[in-house]
């Protein structure tokens, strides 16, 4: 009886490892990039900030909403808007409103304050 069980048990092993599929070799294997989130110790390459204007007088400033969350106009960025336009006549104040979140990138107003030669940037971010 023993005979039998231990003739049994080597050929359903020996089926087993007939049957198994080959392991795929690791070169086989997709590649993927993944970015690390640990904290680097060298920092980013250093930009200067934009220079001061020397007068707001004359110039042309955008007030761009980022659009938080999706919600549309800030109050606060609206009542800038307003501010400017009963203190600082002068100053020609355009109001824009970020297409997408405020993590999305919006190329075609940072492309439009360029081709309309927007003097300065007023970015805002309320809800």
């Not at 919600?71 to 002068?90: C, D, K, S, T, Y």
């Not at 190329?107 to 300065?120: F, Q, R």
């Amino acid at each position: 009886m023993k005979i039998r069980l231990l003739a049994a048990i080597l050929v359903l092993a020996g089926i087993g490892v007939v049957c198994a599929e080959p392991v795929a070799d690791a070169s086989d294997a997709r590649l993927i990039t993944v970015l690390n989130p640990a904290v680097s110790d060298q920092l980013a390459e250093r930009v200067p900030l934009a220079p001061r204007l020397d007068k707001l007088e004359g110039k042309t400033i955008y007030l761009v909403d980022t659009n938080y969350e999706g919600m549309g106009p800030a109050p606060v960025l609206e009542e800038m808007h307003r501010w400017f336009g009963r203190n600082m006549p002068g100053v020609k104040v355009v109001f824009k409103l970020k297409s997408g979140n405020y993590a999305a990138d919006d190329p075609a107003l940072w492309k439009e304050i360029a081709d309309n030669k927007g003097n300065g940037v007023i970015i805002g971010v309320a809800g």
